[in-house]
């Protein structure tokens, strides 16, 4: 189902609503490849704005700013799933936006995600929408205890609340403001992995290698990735899974699927990221082609190949906490001499100025000959950073 499709090539102008961390390291990847990059987002001090050849500070609603992003670039990409997917529906009627606005929607909102995955499927967890006092009321109690998450805006553990009873449910509904909820069982998790897939405008689709996860506090904390890091039949699975999630959406870019890996061994898709994510980091120093450049490639039209892992890998995500693991006042910057020291360390840092706890502030690969190799560098980079062992 190949058609052939003209590319945008190198010397074209890419553009992103966004401007966090992915958008830097997209455009990045863009620049590389000789592309310009223009980055839409309110604040001037963006870490994408600060190295991008066009940055519009405007709201993502701004019809100003969105006709000046259209005026400048050729194709437009999203680096963040709350961006309104108006916004790129407006982009859409002058360029290629990929993801389209209707994909985008999808992952913004819990509930449809939740029916996508069933339309697909691919098992998810037992769950309700609560939209209602009577869907509240209507609740059944196999799905106690659980989680309560809103149906939109929540990312990194925000916007969920933990719930035993049926009193601390509705208290918790409360607490959200009733808003639009999805309560999902809570699941005997033995790991979490994820899968990054994709899919370019012709339909072809590939994918990095399954990443085995470890959050810490709602936030991802560490990413593992080698052959053999999940049973290769889960792996299967959740590739499958993933690229039946891609398709059924018809989407265009770069999609992240998160997976539940039960106790009994079962798999549980938890949720999309239209986008790449931060368990694909690996791939800018582990794999032939990053997440970043696949994103490229899908928006400019350029052909995907199957990437290809070269070393075994471990991401350490870097949270401004590490920034006060010695003192409890001032800002401190962690020991990066000594982390380079360790052969096959690679640090990616994201130009924020202010370190806070819990905000993501850049990211430490380590790739080595072996899995053993890696994890014993990890290991050693997480005890001089102040990182609890995994
Ligand atoms: P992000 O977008 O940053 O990945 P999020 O805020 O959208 O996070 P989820 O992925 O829904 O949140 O949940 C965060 C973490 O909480 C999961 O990675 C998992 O560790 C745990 N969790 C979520 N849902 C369940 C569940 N039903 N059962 C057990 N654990 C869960
Ligand atoms: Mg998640």
Redesign the pocket.
């Known amino acids: 189902m190949s058609t052939a499709l003209k590319p945008l090539l190198p010397g074209s102008t890419l553009g992103v609503l966004g401007g966090g961390q992915l958008g830097r390291m997209w455009a990045h990847a863009a620049q590389r490849m000789g592309y310009n990059t223009a980055v839409l987002d309110p604040d001037a001090q963006s870490p994408a704005g600060l190295v991008s050849h066009h940055h519009i500070h405007t709201d993502y609603l701004d019809a100003a700013g969105l006709k000046q992003l259209a005026a400048v670039c050729q194709a437009v990409t999203t680096e963040f799933?709350n961006v309104p997917a108006d916004a790129l529906a407006q982009l859409a009627a002058t360029l290629p936006v990929s993801p389209a606005a209707s994909a985008v929607a999808v992952a913004q909102d819990?509930a449809r995600e939740k029916a996508h995955f069933v339309k697909c499927g691919v098992p998810v967890?037992p769950?309700a929408v609560i939209d209602t006092p009577e869907q509240l009321a209507a609740v059944n109690d196999n799905l106690l205890p659980?989680?309560l998450?809103t149906s939109r805006m929540?990312?990194?553990?925000?916007?969920?609340l933990r719930v035993t009873t049926r009193d601390e449910l509705n208290a918790g509904w409360a607490k959200l403001g009733k808003v639009p909820c999805v309560l999902?069982?809570?699941?005997?998790?033995a790991s979490?992995c994820s899968v990054i897939v994709a899919r370019g405008r012709d339909g072809v689709m590939v994918n990095l290698p399954v990443q085995r996860?470890l959050?810490r506090d709602?936030?991802?904390a560490v990413t593992e990735v080698f052959a053999g890091n999940v049973p290769d039949v889960l792996a299967q699975q959740a590739i499958e899974a993933a690229k039946a999630v891609a398709q059924e959406l018809n989407y265009v870019g770069v999609l992240c699927v998160?997976f539940?890996v039960l106790a009994d061994g079962a798999l549980?898709v938890?949720?999309i990221?239209p986008r790449p994510?931060?368990s694909g980091h690996y791939s800018q120093d582990a794999c032939d082609v990053s997440q970043f450049e696949l994103q490229v490639r899908t928006m400019a039209d350029l052909p995907l190949t199957q990437p290809r892992l070269h070393s075994p890998a471990f991401m350490l995500n870097l949270l401004g906490d590490l920034w006060f693991a010695n003192t409890n006042a001032a800002q401190v910057e962690p020991a990066w001499q000594k982390v380079l020291a360790l052969p096959g360390t690679h640090l990616h840092l994201y130009g924020k100025t202010e370190a806070r706890v819990g905000r993501k502030m850049g990211h430490l690969n380590i790739t080595a000959p072996t899995p053993e190799a890696a994890r014993a560098a990890a290991l050693q980079a997480a005890a001089i950073l102040g990182i609890a062992p995994f």
Do not use: T, W
């Not at 929540?154 to 969920?160: A, E, L, N, R, V």
């Open positions: 799933e819990r967890a769950h659980g989680i998450k929540g990312y990194d553990g925000k916007g969920q999902e069982k809570m699941l005997p998790l979490e996860n959050h709602g936030i991802l998160e539940f549980v938890n949720e990221a994510h931060n």
